[in-house]
Structure formats: structure tokens, C-alpha cells
């Protein structure tokens, strides 16, 4: 049977011929041009990875130590926890650890007992705990004081054996259980970086014993260390 004169197969081959035109090839016999994928954005160095701008420029200019820590979700109790270091205008990813924050996840209005941790940027100023000072470059502060009371489950006796303040409703310069509340003793306090347990924390930030030792031989005054802390939504807003 024919088309016009021209062969059914003949026909059938011309006209995926047309299509292929049409939808960007060549009738010529070249091969299919297709567009190239746009490279995804470099990310900027100068800025602290996962920040938007309003917790971003509330990290001081002279601050070139930032410990990031991203949690997972505003109402999880799962986190990353981010080292960076400023290199010139740059940051500078130096380590991770998995972590945990509150055990109800994150808020932007802490209250004592609400299990929640505080989302924003806080300075680091002391640093303490049951055990002896390893090396800190922070103000050490040893105490038997901040000792995890034995009522408690036995896998978080040893929570405070080593703790850095997170600079949250307290008195900069004091031990980390100074008791002081500048703010009210209803907008909470206590919340520090302290050994992992495994699990959610009443509000403090816990990672791995190794990365709290570390992070006491590395955080240094003179670098004028700050914690950026919240959920990864919170924390990109």
C-alpha cells in the first residue's frame, strides 16, 4: 500500500524525522543537541553554611570560631554538631559530631522545664565539670557540685563531667552552675555542651565525650568562640 505515493515505511521514517526536528534534533542526520544542566550554585565561604542572614550577621565580626548545631527537626531531639573555623574572610568546616539537643526539639522562646533548647547565637565564655580540667582554653571550673544527681537514670551520671556554658540567661565570667539568672528564673538557664547519653536533653546540648574534649583543647577565648544553634528550618530563616 502507498501514501501519496510514497511507501508506508518510507512515510512512517519522514515523519519521526519531523519529530525529531521539532523537538530540537537536526533533519540533517547531526545528533541531538540538549541543553546543558545549570551548575548548582557555589556555596558562599564567607558565610556559615545553613544560616540565613538574620542569625548570620548575629555572629560577631571578630569571632572566628563557630560551632554550629543543626538539628533535625524543630520538634526532634536529633542534631550534627559543626566546628567551624574562620580562615581569612572563610569558614572552615574542622569537625562533626552526631549529637542531641532538647527532647522536645527547639524554640525561640525558652522557659524553664519546657524541654526545649534555645535557638539562636550565644557566645561561649566557661567551661567545668566533675572531672579535671583536660586542657581547656577556656575559664575551667572543676566541682564536684556539677555532679548529675544519682536519682537519675545511672546512664547520665556522668552528663556533666565535662560542660561548656552556652551563654543563655547567665553571668558571663562565672562557673557554669553559677546560679544566676539575668533574665528570670522562668526563661530557664543551665543549658550547656555536655556529655551524650544517647538521647534527648532537658534543653543542653550533648555530644560525644572524645568531641567534648576536644572542643575544650580548641575553643579559645582569643578567637571569641559562639554556638549557632536551632533547627535546620529555624537556623535557614
Known sequence: MRITGIPRR???AAAA???????GGSSGGDAVTRPAHSA???ADPTRVPGLGDRLQQKIPDDSRQVLAVYGSGR????ATVVLYTKDGRNWERTRDWA?????RGWTTDHHENDKRSPVGVFTLSDAGGVLADPGAKLPYTRSDGSAAPRTWSKSHWHDF????AIDYNRVRGTPP???NRPEGQEKGGYIWLHLDHGSGTSGCVSLPKAGMQYLLRTLDPELRPVVVMGDRASLAA
Open 177 to 179: 552552675n553559677d546560679p
Open 10 to 12: 518510507a512515510a512512517i
Open 40 to 42: 548548582s550554585p557555589a
Open 75 to 78: 520538634d526532634a531531639a536529633d
Open 161 to 164: 563531667d565535662h560542660v561548656i
Open 99 to 103: 549529637g542531641h539537643n532538647g527532647k
Open 17 to 23: 524525522v519531523a519529530l525529531l526536528a521539532g523537538c
